[in-house]
Nanobody, 128 residues
Framework: QVQLVESGGGLVQPGGSLRLSCAVS????????IGWFRQAPGKEREGVSC????????YYADSVRGRFTISRDYAKNAVYLRMNSLIPEDTAVYYC?????????????????????WGQGTQVTVSS
């Protein structure tokens, strides 16, 4: 049974940092695309940062490039999102998602439609 469990969200002041964690069970990271998405109130869910399962390449949304870093630990079967220089516009529910590479490869990189397994989400609020 595939499960993704996010943690690490919270309230942080502008300019602060957080690290989100996604614990994965039911599959290994080697043959899956995996990434982070977010959804702010009244907005569509968007891809933030993803690993392509096929070649390990990374994707970052323009709005977070240079501030966020995605990483993974194969031994722990976990994925992380380090978020620095947070701004109020980063406030959202953050989701971890995954899909087999043969499936996700048919969709645009780091797009909702290409991911089949989702965690429950963790709230990130950036406010003074």
């Amino acid at each position: 049974q595939v499960q993704l469990v996010e943690s690490g969200g919270g309230l942080v002041q502008p300019g602060g940092s957080l690290r989100l964690s996604c614990a994965v069970s039911g599959f290994t990271l080697d043959f899956y695309a995996i990434g982070w998405f977010r959804q702010a109130p009244g907005k569509e869910r968007e891809g933030v940062s993803c690993f392509s399962g096929s070649d390990g390449s990374t994707y970052y949304a323009d709005s977070v490039r240079g501030r966020f870093t995605i990483s993974r630990d194969y031994a722990k079967n976990a994925v992380y999102l380090r978020m620095n220089s947070l701004i109020p516009e980063d406030t959202a529910v953050y989701y971890c998602a995954a899909a087999p590479t043969y499936y996700s490869g048919s969709y645009p990189r780091c797009h909702n439609s290409g991911y089949t397994y989702w965690g429950q989400g963790t709230q990130v609020t950036v406010s003074s």
